[in-house]
């Protein structure tokens, strides 16, 4: 699927668009049984319904382009947030410097005691220097020098000597005995603050004077960096660097670049908007991105030229950060304490490079993740998974199919929970994925008998969810590390994928949308039966370019979203994300193991008020599914014939027993009976006319009841 594709009409009801999340209601406040949704405002151009504007209809005539932009009315410089991020990264600085000096200072204590002694002696021979007036010994030397025509000269340079040394000798010793005098004073009469006080204002005006040229005492704590804030000039010079010849063109030309907007503060950075030359689109500065970090002299993770929503495709928006994004202060999640979620909007899941918060869709949308081990793909499904569980009409199924507990403090909400890697549990999540097709059957049954105005475009709705008579909860199903629920020589296999895919394909419209994450992105962990099927990607750091396509899409390296790019460990949580909207890179949200079992608690604390908690958080033991047996199933339907013909028993099972052969054919009957070991062959079907390859009744019967009599 290519990355640029953009999703059907069908799928436009949950936006994965930037949105700033709105401050909550504190629990228990909230009206739980109807949580209100983390929403947030569309970006690009708000075009409501309005009267009409065409000739006669009786509207307003419109006073500007339905396209133009018009400029925020408050500059982005000086928006709360602007001032705020400002006095947080003074107020950071100076607590850094605070303790980077405060650990140094018993040594500037000591190198500043020595400098004072050396700048008291430095002094000291100054002073002696200039009561000799040794420039005045020098002017005598001269005129001696100059033999019997210097002689006046001589005589002259004498007596002011005698006279200078004089005067200043008396200056001298006023002053010492002046200083002397105000010594012993000081002794008698000032309190030993005032010592400690003279001497803490003495000392670093003589340690000035003895300290060796080019070796302050205190050193700065922070190197300044080798960047300049970015200009016009700077921009033109980095795009001009990338080798392409329509901006070359008009830079030499001295036309210019187009800059739509001035370079402004944005976030923990700098934003510029402007329009690339005719032919030239932003993607193929994304291609570049690399080369255009180095043309601006900032770090890559710092470099993120984007395409503007709802714009030409000439329009490109450059955001260049402060610094390395690693080195930004993580984002936390921002409902630990306080506030719900509604899975029919979005939910809280990352951050963009410049600080604004995605929220990810969930209803409707199947989704992947990947990455490479350790890169950050566990904490991006925490975050989903708070999503879910912060919404009370929603049920939350986890497969946590490593063993290592990374969701467990989740398992408090879920209506089926395991964890592991051993068959036991790998059994219990096939066993989920065959619940989840037979729940899609009855959901589809339901829906056939709900009336029009309830069931808008056909899909589930929150009033319908929230109608507990009818059991239409939204179902949110993690399979972390899928791959070994898939590649199981047991449960897994294509019969398994199948049943994956109806569910996405289908039940995606009644509420069941799942989360596949894995660490092997390849065509035998996810198949792409099952991976096509997924809109939304995430991928954090892979290893090379065919992961990456694996993950996002066919042509997504090439399109120069290449998450192969991203640095081993060191840009661990950041990924591409492709969400309803154009792919831009993200950092999921901070939430650790203690944060998620804070916001389990409190969402355990919500359903338990509302009367919804099931299955695995009650501690509930499902019945064990049996073990289907083809032939008894067969059986079931075979009826009072003696024979039936294969397509007579793929409809019956259709009919029948349709949560679990819906889509059964003819060719997987025969096959199935064959691998039973029951004779398939040419036949004649009392209730189907012609002769065509089936089985007896007989057969079957001791197919399913092997210990049994044979049926007479």
Excluded at 663 to 689: F, H, N, Y
Aim: charged share 25%; proline share 6%; net charge neutral.
């Amino acid at each position: 699927m290519n990355p640029m594709d953009q999703h059907t009409a069908d799928d436009d009801s949950g936006e994965g668009t930037v949105v700033p999340l709105r401050p909550a209601a504190d629990y228990p406040g909230d009206d739980i049984t109807a949580a209100d949704p983390v929403t947030g405002e569309a970006i690009g151009d708000a075009s409501g319904d309005g009267p009409d504007d065409g000739p006669g209809g009786g509207g307003y005539a419109p006073v500007g382009d339905d396209d133009e932009q018009r400029r925020p009315i408050v500059p982005e410089e000086w928006t709360r947030e602007t001032w705020r991020t400002t006095l947080a990264d003074l107020a950071g600085l100076w607590w850094y410097k605070t303790r980077y000096h405060g650990f140094r200072a018993p040594k500037y204590i000591v190198v500043t005691t020595w400098y004072a002694v050396c700048g008291a002696r430095r002094l000291s021979r100054r002073l002696m220097a200039w009561w000799q007036w040794t420039d005045g010994w020098v002017l005598e030397s001269q005129a001696v020098a100059a033999g019997r025509s210097g002689h006046h000269d001589a005589m002259n340079a004498h007596r002011e000597g005698k006279k200078t040394r004089a005067a200043r000798g008396q200056i001298v010793a006023l002053g010492t005995v002046g200083a002397a005098v105000a010594g012993l004073v000081a002794w008698k009469y000032l309190p030993g603050w005032a010592w400690i006080g003279l001497g803490t204002v003495a000392a670093p005006v003589l340690a000035r004077h003895g300290a060796p040229e080019g070796q302050p005492i205190i050193r700065a704590a922070v190197v300044p960096t080798a960047y300049q804030t970015p200009t016009p000039e700077i921009i033109t010079r980095g795009l001009g660097s990338l080798g392409i010849s329509a901006i070359n063109q008009v830079i030499k030309s001295g036309e210019g670049l187009a800059f739509i907007a001035d370079v402004h503060r944005d976030g923990d950075g700098w934003g510029v908007e402007l329009d690339l030359p005719h032919g030239v689109t932003a993607t193929h500065i994304l291609q570049k991105r690399e080369e255009l970090a180095s043309g601006l002299r900032r770090p890559l993770s710092a470099t993120w030229p984007e395409r503007l929503a709802h714009e030409h495709a000439g329009r490109l928006y450059l955001w260049i950060g402060r610094r390395d994004i690693s080195k930004a202060k993580p984002v936390p999640y921002p409902l630990v304490r306080t506030g719900t979620t509604d899975v029919f909007a979005t939910v809280p899941f990352a951050v963009t490079p410049r600080g604004q918060l995605v929220g990810a869709p969930l209803f409707e949308y199947n989704w992947v993740i990947g990455a490479a081990p350790g890169q950050g793909k566990t904490t991006g499904v925490r975050a989903l998974g708070c999503g879910i569980a912060l919404d009370v009409v929603s049920d939350l199924w986890i497969h946590e199919l490593a063993g290592k507990g990374d969701l467990e403090p989740l398992s408090q909400v879920c209506h089926r929970y395991v964890s592991g890697m051993d068959d036991e549990a790998i059994a219990y999540a096939a066993a989920s994925v065959r619940k989840l097709k037979a729940e899609m059957h009855r959901r589809s049954e339901i829906f056939k008998k709900l009336p029009r105005e309830a069931k808008p475009d056909g899909k589930l709705t929150r009033e319908l969810a929230a109608d507990r008579r009818r059991n239409l909860r939204p179902i949110g199903v993690i399979f972390d590390e899928v791959q070994n629920l898939i590649l199981h020589p047991d449960h897994g296999g294509p019969a398994l994928v199948e049943d994956l895919a109806a569910v996405e394909r289908i039940g995606r419209a009644y509420g069941i949308f799942i989360i596949f994450a894995t660490q092997r992105p390849d065509g035998d962990a996810l198949p792409p039966k099952v991976r096509d099927l997924a809109l939304v990607r995430f991928c954090l750091k892979v290893p090379d370019h065919v992961s990456n396509d694996m993950i996002l899409g066919s042509g997504a390296y090439k399109a120069g979203y290449r998450a192969s790019e991203f640095r081993l460990d060191v840009d661990r949580g950041l990924g591409w994300y492709n969400g309803a909207g154009d792919m831009q890179a993200v950092r999921t949200l901070y939430l650790d193991l203690h944060d998620t079992a804070r916001i389990a608690a409190r969402a355990r604390a919500m359903r338990q008020a509302a009367g919804v908690l099931s299955g695995y958080a009650l501690g509930e033991a499902e019945p064990d599914e049996p073990e289907r047996s083809f032939a008894a199933d067969v059986l079931t339907v075979f009826g009072s014939a003696d024979k039936r013909h294969c397509d007579t028993i793929a409809a019956l099972l259709r009919e029948h027993l349709s949560g679990v052969y819906a889509d059964i054919t003819t060719k997987a009957v025969s096959s199935q009976l064959r691998a039973l070991g029951i004779e398939v062959k040419k036949l004649r079907d009392p209730d189907s006319p012609g002769v065509k390859a089936g089985c007896e009744r007989a057969a079957v019967y001791v197919a399913a009841h092997p210990d049994a009599p044979a049926e007479m």
